[in-house]
């Protein structure tokens, strides 16, 4: 069992850079992939971007391409989120995510937390 703590969300302008972090707590997450999803109220789960174990291999939602990046670093057992260039639209909970797989299916992690909110002001 792998938990997952988000931090590092909060309240922006648009146009604006945030980073978010997912870090475990008790448990390495070094063998696993991690993914990052965000949620809206009374929307489905939003792939936004995969990295996976070595760090070498990543991928983006279609929204997000060009303005996040997804980091690791497994030395400090971490992976980030950098958001740049915000919109109203990227406003939701961030939640982070470990799996085998680098896929954007949510179906692909096991292991989720409990998620970050990020709000982008007009």
């Known amino acids: 069992q792998v938990q997952l703590v988000e931090s590092g969300g909060g309240l922006v302008q648009a146009g604006g850079s945030l980073r978010v972090s997912c870090a475990p707590s008790?448990?390495?997450?070094?063998?696993?992939?991690v993914g990052w999803f965000r949620q809206c109220p009374g929307k489905e789960r939003e792939f936004v971007a995969t990295?996976?174990?070595?760090?070498?291999?990543?991928s983006y939602g279609d929204s997000v391409k060009g303005r996040f990046t997804i980091f690791r670093d497994n030395a400090k057992d971490t992976v980030d989120l950098q958001l740049n260039n915000l919109k109203p639209e990227d406003t939701a909970v961030y939640y982070c995510?470990?799996?085998?797989?680098?896929?954007?299916?949510?179906?692909?992690?096991?292991?989720w937390g409990q998620g970050t909110q990020v709000t982008v002001s007009s």
């Open positions: 995510a470990a799996g085998l797989l680098t896929t954007s299916s949510p179906l692909g992690y096991d292991f």
């Open positions: 008790g448990r390495t997450f070094r063998s696993y992939a």
């Open positions: 990295i996976g174990r070595l760090g070498v291999s990543t």
